[in-house]
Nanobody, 125 residues
Framework: VQLQASGGGLVQAGGSLRLSCAAS????????IGWFRQTPKKEREFVAG????????YYADSVKGRFTISRDSAKNTVYLQMNTLNPEDTAVYYC???????????????????WGQGTQVTVSS
């Protein structure tokens, strides 16, 4: 599967953005899809994830209640709706997918073999 992430941009604190992760070459059925983010000073960190077939979702504590991961089966796309953004959310955001993710490693970037190219999110104060 190939992933294309999009939707990043510059937004003021308190604002919202919606990121998209579109799949090609395969459908998302059977995959776990994760959103991660990375800054120059930090390792890549888990943000949110979903198990496509089960429809389950899970979030990092830092974004719980502000971010929502969702999917559109017809478009083979996963979204990350980000609300109440703050400057600490500034990062390059990546989507990732893999068929073999298990619960115990679902928040680790190493569990995912397929990655999108990243999209920059910048939140100004």
């Amino acid at each position: 599967v190939q992933l294309q992430a999009s939707g990043g941009g510059l937004v003021q604190a308190g604002g919202s953005l919606r990121l998209s992760c579109a799949a090609s070459g395969d459908t998302f059925r059977g995959y776990t899809i994760g959103w991660f983010r990375q800054t120059p000073k930090k390792e890549r960190e888990f943000v949110a994830g979903t198990k496509w077939s089960a429809g389950t979702t899970y979030y990092a504590d830092s974004v719980k209640g502000r971010f929502t991961i969702s999917r559109d089966s017809a478009k083979n796309t996963v979204y990350l709706q980000m609300n109440t953004l703050n400057p600490e959310d500034t990062a390059v955001y990546y989507c990732a997918a893999d068929r073999n993710v298990i619960v115990s490693n679902s928040r680790s970037p190493r569990a995912y073999d397929h990655w999108g190219q990243g999209t920059q999110v910048t939140v100004s104060s």
